[in-house]
C-alpha cells in the first residue's frame, strides 16, 4: 500500500460507555455506524464497503440497510480492527469500494445479544491448554509473562507503574471509566487474580462500541472533518495458544507486524509523536516497546517508571486511559484506533501538542495476532 494514500474521515464511538443495558450489542454496532457516519457528513447509501468483527459484515450490512461492493469480516481478537483498516485501505486503492465503514462494538459488561465465548474440547486449547487449568486471559497471560519478566528482569513495581500512569491519562478523559488516581501500593494490593496479575493490572469490562470511514485521500479534504491519512500498517499472527509461542520473551506477530508498518511509513521512532499500545493487561506495552523496536525489553519497565510515558513525557502512550482505565468491551483495538485518529485530529481530552505521527499497535487473543497501523495528519 502505498503511503497517505487513503484517509480516516469519520471516526466515532457509541453514545454512551461503561454500562448500557438498553442497548443490544447490534443497536451498540448501529450506534457508533450512525455516530461516525454523521461525524463524516454522509448517509447511510455512500457506504459501499463494510467490516467488522465478532457480529458479521452480512448482519451489519442488513441491520444497516447498506448494500456494498466490498465486506471483510476478519476476525483475530482485538487487533481485528486495525487488520480491517489494513484491507480497506488497500480495497480503496485497488478501486473495489470507495467508501468504507468498520464497526465495532460488543455487550461486554451486560450481555445483551451477545454470542457467549466457549473453548470447545475438541478445538486445539480445548485438548491442549484448558484440561491443565489454562482458561481465559488472567490464567493465560501469565505464562509468558512471567518469563518475559525473569528474562528480563522486570519487576512488579515496574509492571504495576504502567496501570498508574494510565489512570494519570485517564483522570484527563471525561469519557474513561475510572479516573481516580492510584499508585504503585494500590495496584499491588489490589486483589489477586492470576499471579502475577492483581485487579488494577487486569482490564476492565464494559459495554461500548466505535466505528471508522475511510476514503481516498483525494476526496477526503471535502469532507468537514480534518483527514487523518494512513501512512504505513503492518499485520502477522502467531498461534492461537499462547503456551505455543516461539519464545515468551517477545511476540513474534508484534515483531512483524510493527516493523511492516515502520517500513511503509517511512519513518524512525524518533519520528512517533504518540503511542497506543492495546493493554489488555499491563505487561502488554512492555512487550509492544520491545517488539516495535523503542528499546531493549530489558528497559521498557524502568522507561514506564522513569515517567516518559505519561503526561508531559516524551513517548506519550494510551492517552485516553487504556483497556485497563479507558473502557474495554473485549475486543480493545478500536478504542485504540479513535484515540489514534483524535490526537491527529488535535480534539483528544489529554491533547499531545504537535503531535504530527500516531502509532498505533493492536493484540489479538494471547499473542495470537497483531495488527499496526501509523495514522499522520500531514501529507
Known sequence: MRRNQVAVVGAAETTELGVIPTMSQIQLHADAALNAIADAGLKLSDIDGIATAVETPQQIAH?????????????????????????????IEAGLCKTVLITHAESGKS?????????????????????????GPPSMFPIPVLRYMKTHGITHEQI??????????????PRATMKEPITVADVLNSRMIAYPFRLLQCCLVT????????TSADRARDFPRKPVYILGTGESVET???????????????????????QEAGITHKDVDHLMIYDAFAHL?????????????????QFIVDGNTRPGGKLPLNTNGGGLSYMHSGMYGM??????????????????????????????????????IIFTNER
Open 207 to 214: 459495554d461500548g462500541g466505535g466505528a471508522l470511514i475511510l
Open 285 to 301: 506495552p512492555l512487550f509492544g516497546l520491545g517488539d516495535l523496536g523503542f528499546m531493549p525489553h530489558a528497559e521498557t519497565g
Open 335 to 372: 478504542y485504540a484506533l479513535q484515540e489514534s485518529v483524535r490526537q491527529m485530529r488535535g480534539i483528544a481530552p489529554a491533547q499531545v501538542p504537535g503531535a504530527k505521527i500516531s502509532v498505533c499497535h493492536g493484540v489479538g487473543g494471547m499473542f495470537a495476532a497483531s495488527g499496526t
Open 111 to 135: 450481555m445483551i445479544g451477545k454470542q457467549p465465548r466457549s473453548t470447545p474440547p475438541d478445538s486445539l486449547n480445548g485438548q491442549f491448554e484448558a484440561p491443565y487449568g489454562v482458561y
Open 240 to 262: 492461537p495458544m499462547v503456551s505455543q509461542m516461539e519464545t515468551f520473551n517477545s511476540s513474534r506477530a508484534f515483531k512483524v507486524a510493527g516493523p511492516l508498518a515502520f
Open 63 to 91: 441491520y444497516l440497510g447498506i448494500t456494498p461492493t466490498w465486506v471483510d469480516g476478519t476476525s483475530v481478537g482485538g487487533c481485528s480492527f486495525m487488520l480491517h483498516v489494513r484491507h480497506a485501505a488497500a480495497a
Open 160 to 173: 504495576a507503574m504502567v496501570a498508574v500512569v494510565q489512570r494519570e491519562w485517564a483522570a484527563k478523559n
